[in-house]
């Protein structure tokens, strides 16, 4: 019930929508400008694929690394300020379950974004060099380094209670 809720109260808000748009827009802006270095040649043919897969990957990985951690750095940190810990241990809920809920609702709208440019760097098997192998790993490897980077970020945010300070630690 407490992870139904913290979904509905993410879906509302509106940063949800726009880190989608803003995520997908870059990651295609980004392969237009490889696809034009392509057909001008400044990038050879032969390694484009490989070359685009992996500035992608990288770009991905900071986004991942970033939006995660200072996505929860204040889940559980704004719980504290605003006294309302305390209320939600009053529950029939675990510790384990107001963790997860948070997890979950924190990392709805990292979640999204990664999976809206997930389908952008398989324009890179029409490039060649890159094997599906290679393409499975590193979209795993994505959703893992999201999970982690939001687990640091809870973990900040439940050593601290300043909402600035939890950022700039996460």
Same mark, same amino acid.
């Given at each position: 019930?407490?992870?139904?809720?913290?979904?509905?109260?993410?879906?509302?808000?509106?940063?949800?929508?726009?880190?989608?748009?803003?995520?997908?827009?870059?990651?295609?802006?980004?392969?237009?400008?490889?696809?034009?270095?392509?057909?001008?040649?400044?990038?050879? /043919?032969?390694?484009? $694929?490989?070359?685009?897969?992996?500035? %992608?990957?990288?770009?991905?990985?900071? !986004? #991942? &690394? +970033?939006?995660?951690?200072?996505?929860?750095?204040?889940?559980?940190?704004?719980?504290?300020?605003?006294?309302?810990?305390?209320?939600?241990?009053?529950?029939?809920?675990?510790?384990?379950?107001?963790?997860?809920?948070?997890?979950?609702?924190?990392?709805?709208?990292?979640?999204?974004?990664?999976l809206a440019v997930i389908p952008v760097p398989s324009l890179s098997f029409f490039l060649g /060099?890159?094997?599906? $192998?290679?393409?499975?790993?590193?979209? %795993?490897?994505?959703?893992?380094?999201? !999970? #982690? &980077? +939001?687990?640091?970020?809870?973990?900040?945010?439940?050593?601290?209670?300043?909402?600035?300070?939890?950022?700039?630690?996460?």
């Open positions: 019930p407490v992870a139904v809720r913290e979904l509905r109260k993410a879906a509302r808000r509106p940063w949800s929508y726009y880190t989608r748009c803003v995520a997908a827009g870059i990651v295609i802006l980004l392969v237009c400008g490889i696809l034009e270095g392509v057909l001008i040649g400044w990038i050879p /043919g032969a390694v484009a $694929g490989l070359t685009m897969f992996t500035l %992608l990957s990288c770009l991905l990985f900071g !986004f #991942v &690394s +970033l939006e995660g951690a200072w996505t929860a750095a204040d889940a559980l940190s704004r719980e504290k300020r605003e006294d309302t810990l305390g209320l939600i241990f009053l529950t029939a809920l675990s510790p384990a379950e107001i963790v997860f809920s948070k997890l979950v609702a924190c990392g709805v709208g990292p979640l999204f974004s990664l /060099g890159l094997s599906w $192998g290679d393409y499975a790993r590193m979209m %795993l490897a994505l959703a893992n380094g999201l !999970f #982690v &980077s +939001l687990a640091a970020g809870l973990l900040v945010s439940a050593c601290s209670r300043r909402e600035r300070r939890a950022i700039a630690a996460a």
